[in-house]
């Protein structure tokens, strides 16, 4: 192995997969070795650095071979964390799997490398859970509760991550939501995104939402070299940075969804009607009642929507002054939500159905 050797997970994510190129890029000779359950991983690059070894998260020792195992510790400069569960609706045993104690196993590796120079974990904001109002990019207490199992494993990864800091280099990089990239093409469909598919068919006369609530929006391509020149030039140990937009860049709920009913309806001749704004005790109501003697059709609905729609009731919004300056200072710029955000929908709006 080369003076460079980091070990990356998730690189079949769109994140970890995006990233890798960069990877290589900014520093030519680095050497990186991708973690996956499958050899037969499609590792998007075939530069002649780039290797995988079968490993598992959810497995005792990472699933490595003890070779394996031993030529990381020797070897292994920088770890990158990318590597998550992203399912909403799993049971918290399963979401933990990976999450949290796949986190652990990890950093249990990195704790003994005698080369790590850096360890870089990829969270999120919504690690905030129900929390209201500024979540700023430093450790949080735990939350008053969580949306889903999905945000609660990842909070309490973040938790060993901050416990190791003191034993090893390591840092937190929270996303926002990736929507698309900058032109508003959507590669990797998320909860989100099936939001707006839903558009066309919505048969609730509400919704639960604060109007002027920011909702968090930003381009893959934005996010993962901002991830990059972070993590290669401004990679500080025990630091939080935010990758989002932030609230003053974020359209806010009552605008997205005008906004999203006016492109569709464009297209239309007989226009979808936008449902009203309510509070989530309001919809909780409804949806109940809904529950009981509703329609197939809408009760399925309202099981999609409630493992998402309650975050737009809640006003939250992620400080990221210091790393957005950071990004600025080298001519990374934020590209506009709102100059793309209509290609997405026009994205998800045609796409087919069964994507997720």
């Given amino acids: 192995m080369t003076d460079s050797c980091l070990l990356l997970t998730g690189a079949s994510g769109l994140v970890g997969g995006t990233w890798l190129p960069l990877l290589l890029k900014n520093h030519p000779g680095r050497r990186v070795t991708i973690l996956s359950r499958s050899?037969?991983?499609?590792?998007?690059?075939k530069n002649s650095l780039v290797s995988t070894i079968r490993?598992?998260?959810?497995?005792?020792?990472?699933?490595?071979?003890?070779e394996t195992r031993n030529a990381?510790?020797?070897?292994?400069?920088?770890?990158?964390?990318?590597?998550?569960?992203?399912?909403?609706?799993?049971?918290?045993?399963?979401?933990?799997?990976?999450?949290?104690?796949?986190?652990?196993?990890?950093?249990?590796?990195?704790?003994?490398?005698?080369r790590l120079e850096k360890f870089a974990h990829v969270s999120?904001?919504?690690?905030?859970?129900?929390?209201?109002?500024?979540?700023?990019?430093?450790?949080?207490?735990?939350?008053?509760?969580?949306?889903?199992?999905y945000q609660q494993s990842k909070h309490e990864a973040e938790q060993l991550v901050f416990e190791a800091m003191g034993d090893i280099p390591a840092s937190i990089f929270r996303l926002s939501s990736i929507i698309s990239d900058s032109t508003g093409k959507?590669?990797?469909?998320?909860?989100?995104?099936?939001?707006?598919?839903?558009?066309?068919?919505?048969?609730?006369?509400m919704i639960p939402g604060n109007p002027g609530a920011a909702i968090d929006l930003i381009a893959s391509d934005w996010a993962v070299s901002a991830l990059a020149l972070?993590?290669?030039?401004?990679?500080?140990?025990?630091?939080v940075y935010?990758?989002?937009?932030?609230?003053?860049?974020?359209?806010?709920?009552?605008?997205?969804?005008?906004?999203?009913?006016?492109?569709?309806?464009?297209s239309r001749s007989k226009p979808a009607m936008e449902p009203r704004l309510v509070s989530f005790e309001q919809f909780e109501r409804f949806a109940k009642q809904q529950a009981r003697k509703g329609s197939a059709p809408v009760r399925e609905l309202l099981r999609v929507l409630r493992e998402f729609l309650p975050?737009?009731?809640?006003?939250?919004?992620?400080?990221?002054?210091?790393?957005?300056?950071?990004?600025?200072?080298?001519?990374?710029?934020?590209?506009?939500?709102?100059?793309?955000?209509?290609?997405?929908?026009?994205?998800?709006?045609?796409?087919?159905?069964?994507?997720?």
Avoid: W
């Avoid at 490993?55 to 699933?63: K, Y």
């Avoid at 919504?126 to 109002?133: C, M, N």
């Fill in 124 to 149: 999120t904001v919504y690690v905030a859970g129900k929390h209201r109002g500024i979540v700023r990019e430093q450790q949080l207490a735990e939350p008053s509760g969580f949306m889903n199992t």
């Fill in 55 to 66: 490993g598992d998260l959810t497995q005792r020792d990472l699933g490595l071979a003890t």
């Fill in 311 to 356: 975050h737009l009731a809640i006003p939250q919004y992620y400080e990221n002054r210091e790393t957005l300056a950071l990004l600025r200072r080298a001519g990374l710029e934020l590209p506009p939500i709102r100059e793309y955000y209509p290609r997405v929908i026009a994205s998800c709006l045609k796409g087919p159905a069964n994507e997720t």
């Fill in 242 to 266: 935010h990758v989002c937009a932030g609230r003053e860049a974020s359209m806010t709920v009552k605008e997205i969804l005008h906004r999203t009913f006016q492109i569709f309806n464009q």
């Fill in 186 to 205: 959507v590669r990797q469909f998320n909860y989100f995104h099936q939001l707006l598919r839903l558009v066309p068919r919505n048969p609730l006369p």
């Fill in 72 to 114: 990381l510790i020797e070897n292994v400069t920088g770890i990158i964390h990318c590597a998550a569960d992203i399912r909403f609706r799993l049971p918290i045993d399963q979401a933990r799997a990976t999450n949290t104690a796949g986190t652990k196993r990890l950093l249990t590796l990195a704790r003994k490398c005698k």
């Fill in 230 to 239: 972070l993590y290669e030039s401004h990679f500080v140990p025990g630091r």
């Fill in 39 to 45: 050899l037969e991983h499609n590792v998007p690059s």
